[in-house]
């Protein structure tokens, strides 16, 4: 009878099955194809290929002592395979020479046991490598990618603090102050003359220069003067100093001339006065790294 592939995994799972199956194997060793699909299936064909022996009652349950062992094969993947000398494998080569001699187990006759020849799979069967562990892969490639991000984001963040670049960004402009006009005295003066004579015809020609005199000294000395007031107080000069010159014993004023009273008033100026409410800027201390983060001009 054939088993099945379930099957045949079902029954490696017990010893008594698996020598009847003529496959040697430790319980350990049992549960590790089991668990792996593709070393079942390995041990299935190889089961197949030797002539699918099966078990007997007798065979599975009383074991003859002097029943020759089985050497255990182990399909491609397998990390316990047994010596390769068993099989006639050249230790030099690792090739199998064909023919090779098979070790065969026999049960006594009066058991009706079954015989069971081991015969060694194909080639390829040797050759391939045993399968790995399973590693998280996935788990480190994450973790590397971060490892890497957070590298990156450190030492541009350093960059970008090295490079940065200061400067004053203004928030209010300054404001220049107002000003607003006034008026002020100069310290100059204006002299005007009016048209009444400070003499008095028939009146001593003396008399008349002195009356002069003291106009001119009200108005004219001592004062500085403007454009416009410093020839009136020249004229006035020369014709008192021009009557002093004519005047003698005995004489009077026999009409009057053209100079009156003079008077005298302080230049007023116009000037833009400064209404004292001039503002500086407002500014802040700004940064820009990189060129285009932060505050940039």
Same mark, same amino acid.
């Given at each position: ?14 010893? =008594? ?25 390995? %041990?299935?064909?190889? %089961? ?15 074991? =003859? ?11 491609? @993947?397998?990390?316990?395979?047994? $010596?390769?000398?068993?099989? #006639? ?13 098979? $070790?065969?187990?026999?049960? $006594? ?12 799979? $194909? ?8 399968? &790995? ?6 788990? %480190? ?5 971060? @490892? ?18 200061? %400067? ?18 100069? #310290? ?10 400070? /003499? ?32 009136? /107080? ?26 009156? =009273?003079?008077? &005298? ?22 940064? /820009?790294?990189?060129?285009?983060? @932060?505050? /940039?001009?």
């Amino acid at each position: 009878m054939t088993l099945s592939i379930d099957q045949f995994r079902a029954a490696l799972l017990d010893s =008594h099955q698996r020598a009847g199956l003529g496959i040697a194997l430790t319980d350990t060793d049992a549960q590790l194809v089991v668990a792996d699909p593709v070393s079942s299936q390995s %041990w299935y064909g190889y %089961w197949i290929s030797i002539g699918a022996p099966h078990e007997t009652p007798a065979a599975a349950q009383q074991p =003859h002592p002097d029943t020759e062992p089985v050497p255990p094969f182990t399909p491609p @993947g397998q990390s316990f395979a047994a $010596p390769a000398a068993m099989y #006639g494998v050249d230790s030099q080569s690792g090739t199998l020479p064909f023919p090779a001699a098979h $070790p065969t187990a026999s049960a $006594p006759p009066a058991a009706a046991a079954m015989t069971a020849v081991i015969e060694p799979g $194909p080639s390829g069967l040797f050759d391939a490598a045993p399968p &790995r562990r399973r590693k998280n892969v996935g788990l %480190w490639v994450t973790l590397a990618l971060v @490892g890497v991000l957070i590298l990156a984001v450190a030492g541009t963040t350093v960059y970008a603090f090295v490079t940065a670049r200061h %400067w004053d960004k203004v928030d209010v402009p300054a404001r220049a102050a107002t000003t607003h006009s006034e008026q002020y005295e100069t #310290g100059r003066y204006d002299v005007t003359m009016d048209t009444v004579n400070p /003499c008095a015809v028939g009146q001593d020609w003396t008399e008349c220069t002195d009356a002069m005199a003291r106009q001119y000294e009200l108005a004219c000395a001592g004062v500085e003067l403007t454009e416009s007031a410093v020839p009136t /107080c020249e004229q006035y000069s020369s014709a008192i100093a021009e009557m002093k010159r004519q005047d003698g014993d005995g004489y009077y004023v026999e009409s009057l001339g053209d100079y009156g =009273h003079l008077s &005298r008033t302080p230049e007023i100026g116009t000037r833009e006065v400064s209404n004292n409410d001039a503002r500086p800027a407002i500014t802040h201390r700004a940064v /820009c790294y990189l060129g285009f983060i @932060g505050e /940039c001009r």
